[in-house]
């Protein structure tokens, strides 16, 4: 059945959840009834953008002990996100996901969160806690499990191949609101609108949390995360495919500037060297490739996943506001997506994930 005869639903946003959600819509959904519509004003295929966060995340896979119920949900969507990364991870390394040794190292605040070993985060593959004679001098608290890291602008670019090659379109176009994605496809109508546009669209709660990070060429066969006392980051994260090592981060809440800090990238390279010497070359150096600087779309409560009816009867989707975990969590919110697009729809569930 041609395009014109079926119903449309519009996803809004191209970045992670936004691409995730519309491909399993694609997937999953009757084909000769519904149409998928991908709207975005940028795309993986774009350079570098603050605002597009998805290409500039590290990107790897860390848990959270789930101390909230927000933080509770986020571990079932990342178990499910974890499953479908491993299953990706074997059958097609070219998306850019790989499977590798993740390694926390935390103190202050944070450290009995961690040492109470809530099964959230110990349930995973090869958990296992760090002996005093494996951490650095003063981590409180230390473990290693199975992580995944992925290349996002390897990835990316995929799953937006994947999405065109399987029939789903896109369209370069940015929103007033909404409501307007019901009214672009004319007379013919929007059947309905899943909302995945990373800092929502004028939604008072949201906000931006800036990630200045550096890639550099060093290479390195581990994910290694320190959570310092006083509240800063050190991370090193392998990026498949001989993509280099990003090397992190600042977390930096409503910090607009676009431009990265050369001083806080020396900090970044000092305390990543500290925390794990090997990485460093002969001469006991990175090798710069690029400064990165990101804004995650974050939201006051936590990220915004709910199925909304507007006037008119009009149903949408919100799926955004996942601040530093929406690769993380990405299928797992898409199959939510999925569950609430069926219930909107009057279909049953036929998950494929
Ligand atoms: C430095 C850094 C490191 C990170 N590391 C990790 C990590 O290790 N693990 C992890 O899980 N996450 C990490 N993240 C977070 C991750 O990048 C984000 O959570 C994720 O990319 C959010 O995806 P998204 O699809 O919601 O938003 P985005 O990728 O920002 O995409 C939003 C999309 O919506 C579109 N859009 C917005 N408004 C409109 C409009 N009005 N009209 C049309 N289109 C619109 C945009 O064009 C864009 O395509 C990191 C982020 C940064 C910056």
């Not at 929406?326 to 898409?334: H, K, R």
């Amino acid at each position: 059945m041609a395009n014109l005869e079926k119903e449309t639903i519009v996803v809004i946003g191209a970045g992670i959840l936004g691409a995730s959600s519309a491909l399993t819509l694609l997937e999953t959904l009757p084909r000769n009834k519904y149409h998928i519509l991908l709207v975005s004003e940028y795309f993986s295929t774009d350079g570098p953008n603050p605002s597009y966060a998805s290409t500039l995340a590290g990107a790897h896979y860390r848990p959270i002990p789930a101390t909230t119920p927000q933080l509770k949900k986020e571990a079932r969507l990342a178990h499910s996100t974890y499953k479908r990364f491993k299953k990706l991870a074997a059958e097609h390394p070219e998306y850019g996901v790989k499977f590798m040794e993740g390694i926390d190292f935390v103190s202050g605040e944070a450290a009995p969160a961690y040492k109470a070993l809530l099964p959230e985060y110990v349930d995973l593959d090869g958990f296992r806690v760090l002996e005093a004679n494996e951490k650095p001098e003063g981590v409180e608290f230390g473990a290693r499990y199975e992580a995944y890291t992925v290349d996002p602008e390897v990835y990316m670019v995929h799953l937006l191949r994947r999405f065109r090659l399987t029939g789903g379109e896109v369209r370069r176009m940015r929103l007033k609101s909404v409501e307007e994605a019901f009214e672009i496809n004319g007379n013919k109508g929007v059947k309905m609108v899943v909302n995945c546009s990373g800092v929502g669209i004028n939604d008072p709660k949201s906000f931006i949390i800036r990630g200045q990070t550096c890639l550099v060429s060093n290479p390195c066969d581990k994910t290694i995360t320190q959570q310092h006392a006083d509240g800063t980051w050190s991370f090193v994260i392998p990026r498949p495919l001989n993509g280099g090592t990003i090397v992190g981060g600042t977390k930096q809440p409503n910090d607009w500037n676009p431009e990265p800090s050369l001083a806080v990238r020396n900090q970044l390279l000092k305390n990543a060297a500290k925390m794990y010497p090997a990485i460093l070359n002969k001469k006991g150096k990175f090798d710069v490739i690029r400064d990165i600087v990101g804004r995650r779309p974050a939201r006051e409560g936590g990220m915004r996943l709910e199925l909304q009816t507007l006037p008119s009867e009009r149903k949408v989707v919100h799926a955004y506001g996942a601040a530093g975990r929406g690769v993380e969590l990405s299928w797992g919110i898409a199959e939510e997506v999925l569950k609430m697009v069926n219930a909107a729809l009057g279909l049953e569930s036929r998950s494929k994930l």
